[in-house]
């Protein structure tokens, strides 16, 4: 019903930035919360960021506050997360995910669409 396709992905020293994007199709854009998580190896899936259907909502992770950004683009379908001050703790798989009934939640049981991530790596 909904395909999401994550890019941006790569590898960078600590203190540089990469912007990632998930390009989506199906239902129509506008009509989806969307939310960004990552998951390290060995560790559990955890929430970085989240944006409401309009973009006037956005939830962020404390440990990411002040150095991601979340903001979405409804005309090109897509979502994009600025990720500025990478640190090593921040290496992981990105994944990008969808849900049509919940504003910008945290919690990944709540979003039902997700892309096939896109692997961050921060090196010190």
């Known amino acids: 019903q909904v395909q999401l396709v994550e890019s941006g992905g790569g590898s960078v020293q600590a203190g540089g930035s990469l912007r990632l994007s998930c390009a989506t199709s199906?239902?129509?854009?506008?009509?989806?919360?969307m939310g960004w998580f990552r998951q390290a190896p060995g560790k559990e899936r955890e929430f970085v960021a989240a944006?409401?259907?309009?973009?006037?909502?956005?939830n962020y992770a404390d440990s990411v506050k002040g150095r991601f950004t979340i903001s979405r683009d409804n005309a090109k379908n897509t979502v994009y997360l600025q990720m500025s001050s990478l640190k090593p703790a921040d290496t992981a798989v990105y994944y990008c995910?969808?849900?049509?009934?919940?504003?910008?939640?945290?919690?990944?049981?709540?979003?039902?669409?997700w892309g096939q991530g896109t692997q961050v790596i921060v090196s010190s």
């Open positions: 995910a969808a849900t049509g009934v919940l504003a910008a939640s945290p919690y990944a049981r709540n979003y039902a669409y």
């Open positions: 944006i409401n259907r309009n973009g006037d909502i956005t």
């Open positions: 199906g239902r129509t854009f506008s009509g989806y919360n």
